[in-house]
């Protein structure tokens, strides 16, 4: 399965990319929003795990902007944040239909178990069937 991580941070990215490989995950890294964004038009993944605070087009950008697109509209989001305090985490999952919301810090452990639970139990497949 191949999970796209949209990070700016490159320690953050380099932990959960690691982790992710371990556990048998094909982990493509975006370092903005806007690279993400594009990778998500030109190639296929089953899971998007995006950082909220990104300069240019934040987290909560490439969400919305995924839900509004039909052919990535199906795909899941866990969408990771520092800003725990300031964001509507509610608004995310029930607007944008984020399957989890995970505060900074958070173990790798917790987000392996994230990203299998969300993978076992995905929204809806992408032919919309």
Not at 10 to 25: E, Q, S, T, Y
Not at 70 to 92: F, H, N, Q, R
Request: charged share 20%.
């Amino acid at each position: 399965m191949r999970i796209l991580v949209a990070e700016d941070n490159a320690a953050m990215g380099n932990v959960i990319g690691f982790n992710l490989r371990k556990a048998g995950f094909d982990v493509v890294h975006a370092v903005s929003g806007e690279i993400a964004w594009k990778q998500l038009q030109q190639q296929e993944f089953d899971l998007l795990i995006t950082d909220f605070q990104m300069p240019g087009m934040n987290g909560g950008d490439l969400c919305r902007r995924v839900r509004e697109e039909p052919s990535l509209a199906a795909i899941p989001v866990i969408l990771l944040t520092a800003k725990g305090l300031e964001i509507d985490a509610d608004y995310y999952r029930e607007t944008l239909a984020v399957s989890a919301v995970l505060m900074k810090p958070f173990s790798p452990k917790r987000l392996l178990q994230l990203v299998q639970e969300t993978l076992s139990f995905p929204v809806a497949s992408r032919d919309g069937g």
